[in-house]
């Protein structure tokens, strides 16, 4: 039983992730225009604000962008086609994420870079899973001492 | 007079902070203590003085003295009492002679509380924070003085900050943020100190984790408040914006929980020694980036004062500290090799490390983030915009990952786990999430990101009571004791570890808060007549009537605000505001926030028509919001309980040094 528990538990999991995985792959449904229209406002920058979209701004010229992608929607233009109006109207600057795949990669090489280093690290004398006992060192006596204290004798 | 008696202060704080430099320095070279004794009290001088000058500053605030600038600028003879006092903190030059009270008021503190102990350390620590303090006075006695006079006397000021007069939170928020950022000079000095006289052992270590630990909690609360307050006042609805200012205050947070947890490892393992004397440093530096950034007009933020001419002075600072900082580090490789290999890969210290290495992503990705705006400027002359989707998108995937390794850390041993202890561990904890999983959509949950989250945190509280339940089991038998009993003497007797738990369970409170509240709100914006009813969720909500006067508290302040009755799960008059300040060219809205255990109701008044009297809201249902605040408010808590001075530990201590 007690053998079965982590299998079970991963098999647990991966069922769960295939479903997750099927759930996304199962088209989802049209988004509607407002739906559209909201996730317009999220991605453009109020032009008099510091950091905040359209969408959370109370400013007049917020409320005015979002009037415009509304109405633009409305006229049966595509979102790309919204989008890249304001683009030209304002500059690149007014899209809170910038087109330049760039910033995509940069944090990601970032990470991989650490996780590159650190397994440099690992493998000079390091070991996949512990079969013995942990070998004496300077952290031992500080852990013998925290065990000792937890059983309180 | 006073404010002259508050510039002579500050001048005389400097040369007591340069005096205290050279006295630390010569009396780390001799020995002498007198030289050393001579260099403390220099530096509590300064804190004297410091304190008086901004007893000066808020007098002078008080008194509405407009010979002086920067009463002029920021305060006006209607400014309620309250607002005039922590007008101290609301602008550059203020808020430059306030951080210097906490930095020197810090220093004192450490300086006073080590004067009989580390003797070989503490001069050079004294002489760190000595020269850090006599910075800031030095900025304050030449780029941004606090106390410059302007001829003619206005009489009448320009008043205050609008949004920053707007809501009592501003007297918290930064006075607990500015502690834990000046407070992080202290490990960055002892870090200096163990370099230079190379004493990088673990006694060094338990010194700054015990002081990273002080600032980090003042830091936790600081930047939690300043969400509550972003929240409360600013009135979009949300509480972080990846504002510049906001990510500033972030940045050194992280590295100082990276080290935090890397610092376990060096302490138990004699490991990552160079690296946890790297993140004090990174720490340090960031919160003079941090300034650097937000005081000086690079980025723009809703928290940028002026432009100033302090930007060169923090630029060679950071430049300076960094400089000296990593010499000192590289000089000093050889003493901080590695004690032993590290261990296997399954190991605590493995998880720690994965954490460091997810820590340092984010804080990498964040102040790229912030930084891209001025980087495409300064190459390419366009001007770019980072804003929260991207900082969404690409953060959210690793502080997931940070919150799976804060259940798999704890369940693991430190040099290394076998397959046994990782089947027996992990498989309750694993079933415990995708259970919960299982229940909430059975229950209706459809969004991926709480279903995930909910899995996630059940995981991490299944890992930890499992620990707990495992440790009270043990001393329940062996003792005799009940079992509350026990948890209760398991959690006192093992600060640290419990602490730390603690404060995990406020992570996952906060990340199941900040899931469900991201996606599973209501958010509406409609415009009403008088009279006229709206249903939202299970409130309805009716618009009365519109008002227009002037404030009671400061009637150059004009008013206007909507009326509503509420009738739901909470009832009653409520009332959503605009409010027109004299010095500001836009409105300042005054959100009303209802808030419950499970949800806020919160309405903010986006405009009206004062002809047609109609007023048109923004309504948001946001479901568990102050669980973000009570979950800061645990994390705090649990490294609170950590650092809980320990008395059976004390003199444990104390018999082995004897000995």
């Given at each position: 039983?007690?053998?079965l528990?982590l299998p079970?538990?991963?098999?647990?999991l991966?069922a769960?992730?295939g479903?997750?995985?099927?759930e996304?792959v199962?088209?989802?449904?049209a988004p509607t225009?407002?739906?559209?229209?909201?996730?317009l406002?999220?991605?453009l920058?109020?032009?008099?604000?510091?950091?905040l979209s359209?969408?959370e701004?109370?400013?007049?010229?917020a409320?005015?962008?979002?009037?415009q992608?509304?109405?633009?929607?409305?006229?049966?233009?595509?979102p790309?086609q919204?989008r890249a109006?304001?683009?030209?109207?304002?500059g690149?600057?007014?899209?809170?994420?910038?087109?330049?795949?760039?910033?995509?990669?940069?944090p990601?090489?970032?990470?991989?870079?650490?996780?590159?280093?650190?397994a440099?690290w690992?493998r000079?004398g390091?070991?996949?899973v512990?079969s013995a006992?942990?070998?004496p060192g300077?952290?031992?006596?500080e852990?013998?001492?925290?065990?000792?204290?937890?059983l309180?004798? | 007079?006073?404010?002259?008696?508050?510039h002579?202060?500050?001048?005389?704080?400097?040369?007591?902070?340069?005096y205290?430099?050279?006295?630390?320095?010569?009396?780390?070279?001799s020995?002498?203590?007198?030289?050393?004794?001579?260099?403390?009290?220099?530096?509590y001088?300064?804190?004297a003085?410091v304190?008086f000058?901004c007893?000066?500053?808020?007098?002078?605030?008080?008194?509405?003295?407009?010979?002086?600038?920067?009463?002029?600028?920021?305060?006006?003879?209607?400014t309620?009492?309250?607002y005039?006092v922590?007008?101290?903190?609301?602008?550059l030059e203020?808020?430059?002679l306030?951080?210097?009270?906490?930095a020197?008021?810090?220093?004192?503190?450490?300086?006073?509380?080590?004067?009989?102990?580390?003797?070989?350390?503490?001069p050079w620590?004294?002489?760190?924070?000595?020269?850090?303090t006599?910075f800031?006075?030095?900025v304050m006695?030449w780029?941004?003085?606090?106390f410059?006079?302007v001829?003619?006397?206005?009489?009448?000021?320009n008043?205050?900050?609008a949004?920053?007069?707007?809501h009592p939170?501003?007297?918290?928020h930064?006075?607990?943020l500015?502690l834990g950022?000046?407070g992080?000079?202290?490990?960055f000095?002892?870090?200096m100190?163990?370099?230079i006289?190379r004493?990088?052992?673990e006694?060094?270590?338990?010194?700054?984790?015990r002081?990273?630990?002080?600032p980090?909690?003042f830091?936790?609360?600081?930047?939690?408040?300043?969400a509550?307050?972003?929240?409360?006042v600013?009135?979009?609805?949300g509480?972080?914006?990846?504002?510049?200012v906001?990510?500033a205050?972030?940045?050194?947070?992280l590295?100082?929980?990276?080290f935090?947890h890397?610092?376990?490892?060096?302490?138990?393992?004699?490991?990552l020694?160079?690296?946890?004397?790297?993140?004090v440093?990174?720490?340090?530096?960031?919160t003079l980036?941090g300034?650097?950034?937000?005081?000086s007009?690079v980025?723009?933020?809703?928290?940028a004062f002026?432009?100033?001419?302090?930007?060169?002075?923090?630029a060679?600072?950071?430049?300076v500290?960094?400089?000296?900082?990593?010499?000192?580090l590289?000089w000093r490789l050889?003493?901080?090799?590695?004690?032993?290999?590290?261990?296997?890969?399954?190991?605590?210290?493995s998880?720690?490390?994965?954490?460091n290495v997810l820590f340092l992503?984010?804080t990498?990705?964040?102040l790229?983030?912030t930084?891209y705006?001025?980087?495409v400027?300064?190459?390419?002359g366009?001007?770019?915009s980072v804003g929260?989707p991207?900082?969404?998108r690409?953060?959210?995937?690793i502080f997931?990952a940070?919150?799976?390794?804060?259940?798999?850390?704890p369940?693991?041993?430190?040099?290394?786990?076998s397959?046994?202890?990782?089947?027996?561990r992990?498989?309750?904890?694993?079933l415990?999430?995708?259970?919960?999983v299982?229940?909430?959509?059975a229950l209706?949950?459809?969004d991926?990101?709480?279903?995930?989250?909910?899995g996630?945190?059940?995981?991490?509280?299944?890992?930890?009571?499992?620990?707990v339940?495992?440790?009270?089991?043990?001393r329940?038998?062996?003792?005799?004791?009940t079992?509350?009993?026990?948890?209760?003497r398991?959690?006192?007797?093992?600060?640290r570890?419990?602490?730390?738990?603690?404060?995990?369970v406020?992570?996952?409170?906060?990340?199941?808060a900040i899931?469900v509240?991201?996606?599973?709100g209501?958010?509406?914006?409609a415009?009403l007549?008088?009279?006229?009813?709206?249903s939202i969720?299970p409130?309805?909500l009716?618009?009365?009537?519109?008002?227009?006067?002037?404030l009671?508290?400061?009637?150059r302040v004009?008013?206007?605000r909507?009326?509503?009755?509420?009738a739901?799960p909470?009832?009653?008059?409520m009332?959503?505001a605009?409010?027109?300040y004299p010095?500001?060219a836009?409105?300042?809205?005054?959100?009303v926030?209802?808030t419950?255990?499970?949800?806020?109701l919160?309405v903010t008044?986006?405009?009206?028509?004062?002809?047609?009297?109609?007023?048109t809201l923004r309504i948001?249902?946001?479901p568990?919001?102050?669980w973000?605040?009570?979950?800061?408010?645990?994390?705090?808590?649990?490294?609170l309980?950590?650092?809980?001075p320990?008395?059976r530990?004390?003199a444990v201590?104390?018999?082995?040094?004897g000995a």
């Amino acid at each position: 039983m007690r053998r079965l528990a982590l299998p079970v538990a991963i098999a647990a999991l991966l069922a769960l992730g295939g479903v997750v995985l099927l759930e996304l792959v199962r088209p989802a449904a049209a988004p509607t225009q407002a739906q559209q229209a909201q996730q317009l406002a999220r991605e453009l920058r109020c032009p008099d604000c510091q950091a905040l979209s359209v969408a959370e701004s109370q400013t007049a010229a917020a409320a005015n962008i979002r009037r415009q992608i509304v109405e633009q929607l409305d006229a049966g233009r595509t979102p790309e086609q919204v989008r890249a109006y304001f683009v030209a109207r304002y500059g690149d600057w007014i899209l809170l994420v910038p087109t330049s795949p760039f910033v995509w990669w940069v944090p990601v090489v970032a990470i991989l870079v650490g996780v590159g280093v650190f397994a440099w690290w690992w493998r000079r004398g390091g070991v996949a899973v512990a079969s013995a006992l942990p070998a004496p060192g300077p952290g031992l006596r500080e852990q013998v001492r925290d065990e000792v204290e937890r059983l309180d004798v | 007079m006073i404010p002259t008696l508050g510039h002579l202060a500050v001048v005389i704080g400097l040369a007591a902070t340069v005096y205290a430099a050279g006295a630390f320095i010569l009396g780390g070279r001799s020995g002498d203590a007198a030289v050393l004794a001579s260099a403390r009290r220099a530096m509590y001088a300064a804190f004297a003085l410091v304190a008086f000058a901004c007893f000066a500053m808020v007098v002078s605030l008080l008194s509405h003295d407009f010979s002086v600038l920067y009463v002029a600028r920021n305060n006006a003879t209607t400014t309620p009492p309250f607002y005039s006092v922590i007008s101290l903190w609301a602008a550059l030059e203020g808020s430059i002679l306030f951080w210097t009270l906490l930095a020197s008021g810090w220093a004192s503190l450490v300086l006073y509380r080590y004067r009989a102990r580390l003797p070989a350390l503490m001069p050079w620590v004294g002489a760190t924070l000595a020269l850090g303090t006599a910075f800031f006075f030095a900025v304050m006695a030449w780029p941004s003085d606090p106390f410059v006079r302007v001829t003619p006397i206005g009489l009448e000021g320009n008043g205050p900050n609008a949004l920053l007069q707007n809501h009592p939170f501003m007297g918290l928020h930064p006075p607990l943020l500015y502690l834990g950022y000046t407070g992080m000079a202290i490990p960055f000095a002892f870090g200096m100190a163990a370099l230079i006289t190379r004493r990088t052992d673990e006694e060094w270590l338990a010194v700054v984790r015990r002081w990273t630990l002080v600032p980090w909690i003042f830091l936790t609360a600081g930047i939690v408040a300043g969400a509550w307050w972003s929240y409360a006042v600013l009135g979009w609805g949300g509480y972080w914006a990846w504002d510049p200012v906001e990510n500033a205050a972030l940045l050194p947070w992280l590295t100082a929980t990276a080290f935090i947890h890397s610092s376990m490892v060096a302490e138990r393992r004699g490991t990552l020694r160079t690296w946890t004397h790297a993140l004090v440093i990174a720490t340090f530096v960031l919160t003079l980036v941090g300034t650097f950034l937000t005081r000086s007009g690079v980025v723009n933020s809703v928290h940028a004062f002026t432009t100033s001419g302090i930007g060169a002075w923090f630029a060679s600072a950071i430049l300076v500290t960094l400089g000296v900082a990593l010499a000192l580090l590289v000089w000093r490789l050889p003493d901080l090799r590695d004690r032993r290999p590290p261990g296997a890969v399954v190991s605590r210290e493995s998880a720690f490390v994965f954490n460091n290495v997810l820590f340092l992503g984010v804080t990498f990705a964040i102040l790229f983030g912030t930084l891209y705006p001025v980087l495409v400027e300064a190459t390419t002359g366009a001007k770019a915009s980072v804003g929260a989707p991207w900082f969404n998108r690409v953060n959210a995937p690793i502080f997931v990952a940070l919150l799976f390794l804060t259940g798999v850390g704890p369940a693991l041993p430190w040099g290394g786990a076998s397959w046994a202890t990782v089947r027996e561990r992990f498989a309750v904890p694993i079933l415990s999430g995708v259970g919960v999983v299982v229940a909430a959509w059975a229950l209706g949950v459809r969004d991926a990101a709480p279903l995930g989250i909910f899995g996630l945190a059940t995981f991490v509280l299944v890992v930890m009571g499992d620990e707990v339940v495992r440790g009270a089991h043990s001393r329940a038998r062996s003792r005799g004791e009940t079992a509350p009993l026990a948890v209760l003497r398991l959690a006192t007797r093992n600060r640290r570890r419990y602490g730390g738990y603690l404060a995990h369970v406020g992570i996952c409170v906060m990340a199941v808060a900040i899931a469900v509240s991201a996606t599973l709100g209501i958010d509406r914006t409609a415009t009403l007549a008088e009279g006229e009813t709206l249903s939202i969720g299970p409130y309805t909500l009716t618009y009365d009537k519109l008002v227009t006067e002037p404030l009671a508290s400061d009637p150059r302040v004009i008013e206007t605000r909507a009326e509503l009755t509420l009738a739901g799960p909470q009832s009653g008059h409520m009332a959503t505001a605009l409010r027109d300040y004299p010095n500001s060219a836009t409105a300042i809205a005054t959100p009303v926030v209802r808030t419950a255990l499970g949800e806020d109701l919160y309405v903010t008044l986006l405009g009206y028509n004062p002809d047609a009297r109609t007023a048109t809201l923004r309504i948001f249902i946001n479901p568990l919001v102050m669980w973000i605040w009570t979950g800061g408010a645990i994390v705090a808590f649990g490294a609170l309980f950590a650092i809980w001075p320990d008395r059976r530990r004390t003199a444990v201590a104390a018999a082995v040094a004897g000995a």
